[in-house]
């Protein structure tokens, strides 16, 4: 392929045309493959939702770079294969115990909650950590709920709030997630019930050699007066060198936050950075004086695309969303966020951060929507971002659109290089320049990494940023 026919980070130039038939095709006989042994396929309401989920997915297919809000994502390199289903590998009943150690590692310290293991898309138990129970409360897997008899509590909260509320514009991906998914986690807060401790719900990818995908679906629902604090972690598992075939996750979470409800969900995202692809749906419903936060981090994958979006549907609702995407090497990092203001009185921060180096590429889109009769709405955004050598680039574009004449609302990006005088000043002290660079980038980043709601969260933000490696390559 000529210089010409390549993207700057070195992916192929994205030209206008939508999924080809063959990739189409290899999902559509999936589906009627797959469907009759799908989790709940015995019941009417998920045959019915899963079956309007593929004729989505069979309209749309995937984004096609025509689309505003994809031009800048190298949908090719991630739709190119028809992969196959990580499930459907054959088991392999030793993995669990001889990445013991490994997966151990990636719990959350310092806190003795729930942590639910899911390698390739399947729930592993006995890797998993039973946490100190709430009354009434759920923190397991989706398929085994999925699985219980019809009409009985476990079964009714699925059929209450699984795909209830589609995102806005719809995607291909999360069409595609609902249409087959097999397993995931469901976490569940009966009114005025809390969890004590964090509930962590940890997903590991190994990468063999053929193109495979997992589709984890998480379901969140805090009823009103309840509080929970979530994390989600996405890693790789074994060698994960160039040559192994690639991964793709294609994730989706639902949140249901009731009246007077605090949720709080975490992401940590470290899958491997030459053969994992990531693409994430994030989609969350608020009601009246509900309060959510939302803190992710995106720090691995060759690819990663994440989509978040929080309507606050119930007066006095807000919402906070943080974020820091840490790439070098030929990364690729998109975070499109959209808050919509429908009701009054609602508040909405917004602050991303993105430290970017080699030949990697940032993208930040970030919408804020305020209804006609979402009178004083006060939302601020904000982007910033950290550029290390001269090959690194980013495009944001922070978005406001305003049907409300009294609210207070303001957004502002900047894209900014290393500060050589403050390089100068800590040079001339006697810190050498890599090591001087290193504390620059983490103090730019410490901001978000000490606003982590969950301390154990913050402890790997630490370890995370102090190890990895911000060289310029200027």
Not at 65 to 91: G, L, Q, S, V
Not at 243 to 262: F, Y
Not at 334 to 360: C, F, M, V, W
Request: one cysteine or more.
């Amino acid at each position: 392929m000529s210089a010409d026919t390549r993207a700057s980070n070195g992916y192929p130039r994205m030209t206008i045309t939508h999924t080809t038939d063959r990739i189409i095709d290899h999902y559509r006989s999936a589906f009627f493959a797959r469907a009759p042994r799908l989790p709940g396929a015995e019941a009417d309401w998920l045959r019915q939702r899963r079956r309007g989920a593929f004729d989505r997915f069979s309209k749309l297919g995937f984004p096609s770079p025509d689309r505003e809000d994809w031009k800048y994502t190298p949908i090719d390199a991630i739709t190119e294969h028809p992969y196959r289903f990580a499930d459907d590998r054959p088991p392999d009943d030793s993995l669990p115990e001889r990445h013991r150690n490994t997966i151990e590692a990636l719990y959350l310290p310092d806190t003795d909650g729930y942590c639910l293991v899911f390698i390739d898309g399947r729930h592993v138990p006995e890797l998993s950590r039973a946490g100190i129970p709430a009354a009434g409360a759920v923190a397991g897997s989706l398929a085994e709920n999925l699985a219980a008899p019809t009409g009985t509590p476990a079964a009714r909260i699925p059929d209450r709030y699984l795909d209830r509320y589609p995102p806005a514009p719809v995607s291909g991906f999360a069409a595609l997630n609902s249409a087959l998914f097999t397993d995931g986690a469901l976490i569940y807060l009966p009114a005025g019930t809390r969890f004590p401790e964090p509930v962590q719900l940890l997903f590991v990818s190994t990468h063999g050699e053929e193109p495979a995908i997992s589709l984890p679906r998480i379901l969140i629902v805090a009823e009103p007066g309840s509080a929970v604090d979530v994390v989600e972690s996405f890693a790789s598992l074994g060698d994960a060198a160039t040559g192994n075939a690639p991964h793709l996750t294609n994730a989706v979470t639902e949140i249901a936050v009731g009246a007077n409800a605090r949720v709080s969900h975490c992401k940590l995202q470290t899958e491997a950075e030459h053969t994992a692809l990531h693409v994430a749906t994030v989609r969350v419903h608020q009601a009246e004086d509900s309060r959510f936060f939302s803190h992710s981090v995106s720090a691995g994958a060759r690819i990663a695309r994440n989509d978040i979006e929080a309507v606050i549907d119930g007066e006095g609702g807000e919402c906070t969303l943080d974020g820091l995407y840490l790439a070098g090497g030929r990364q690729h990092v998109d975070y499109h966020t959209r808050i919509e203001h429908a009701k009054p009185n609602g508040a909405s921060q917004e602050l991303y951060k993105g430290i970017l180096t080699g030949r990697a590429h940032g993208v930040f889109n970030g919408e804020v929507y305020v209804h006609p009769h979402a009178q004083h709405t006060d939302a601020k955004q904000r982007n910033e971002n950290l550029l290390l050598s001269k090959n690194a680039q980013v495009d944001t574009k922070p978005q406001l659109d305003i049907f409300a004449d009294d609210v207070q609302c303001a957004h502002g990006a900047t894209v900014g290089q290393m500060d050589e005088n403050m390089l100068f000043y800590l040079r001339s002290r006697g810190i050498a320049a890599d090591e001087a660079e290193k504390l620059l980038t983490y103090g730019f980043a410490g901001e978000i990494v000490h606003r982590a709601p969950v301390p154990g969260l913050e402890t790997k933000l630490v370890q995370l940023r102090l190890s990895s490696d911000t060289t310029s390559d200027r």
